[in-house]
């Protein structure tokens, strides 16, 4: 089983780098873009012979614990082929 998860800054937390990354894209002619955050995409094998429920409970305290600066992060997780 295979999970994703997506962590990314909360809303109206400072992110430096999704404005620079902002400032370089329209500095390289994209000026549609109004905004850019910037997060993670973190990618986890999971042993078989888990529940999806369980293997999302289990993510859900690998994000409070490590994955996921909670305080000024959120995350999102999905369960891939389960």
């Known amino acids: 089983m295979q999970a994703r998860v997506y962590v990314?800054?909360?809303?109206?937390v400072l992110d430096?780098?999704?404005k620079a990354v902002?400032?370089?894209l329209s500095s390289m002619?994209?000026?549609e873009v109004e905004d850019v955050r910037l997060g993670k995409f973190i990618e986890v094998k999971l042993a078989d012979g888990s529940s999806p429920e369980k293997?999302?409970?289990?993510l859900t305290e690998m994000c409070q614990r490590l994955l996921a600066n909670t305080v000024i992060e959120d995350y999102r997780i999905e369960i891939v082929g389960a």
Request: hydrophobic share 30%.
């Open 8 to 12: 990314t800054l909360k809303r109206g």
């Open 22 to 24: 902002a400032l370089s």
């Open 29 to 31: 002619g994209f000026e």
């Open 16 to 18: 430096p780098q999704g």
């Open 55 to 58: 293997a999302k409970e289990r």
